[in-house]
């Protein structure tokens, strides 16, 4: 079983960066891809950017392509989201996830476990 637990929301006005962290706790993260999904309200749950294990790059949704940065650290078993150039259509809550599936997958479905979110509000 894995525990994922996300930090780093906040309020941020339109332009600016916030950080996002997704620590893990019961397993280490090796050998699972891991993603970052988000939920505006009203709205379904969309993928943001997934890495599978052994992928060598990252996929990003086309909203987010150039603005955001996944990345991961191992040995504190804990991934990232670097979000620049936040803009209000990016307020939502930020949920990490990890999956068993050795390929890359965007689709919610296929993620075992999940974080209880952090909240990400961009204001105009």
């Known amino acids: 079983q894995v525990q994922l637990v996300e930090s780093g929301g906040g309020l941020v006005q339109a332009g600016g960066s916030l950080r996002l962290s997704c620590a893990a706790s019961?397993?280490?993260?090796?050998?699972?891809?891991m993603g970052w999904f988000r939920q505006a309200p009203g709205k379904e749950r969309e993928f943001v950017a997934v890495?599978?294990?052994?992928?060598?790059?990252?996929t990003y949704a086309d909203s987010v392509k150039d603005r955001f940065t996944f990345s991961r650290d191992n040995a504190k078993n804990t991934v990232y989201l670097q979000m620049n150039s936040l803009k209000p259509e990016d307020t939502a809550v930020y949920y990490c996830a990890a999956t068993t599936r050795g390929s890359t997958t965007t689709s919610v479905r296929t993620y075992d476990y999940w974080g209880q979110g952090t909240q990400v509000t961009v204001s105009s």
């Open positions: 890495r599978a294990w052994r992928a060598y790059s990252t």
């Open positions: 019961g397993r280490t993260l090796s050998g699972y891809g």
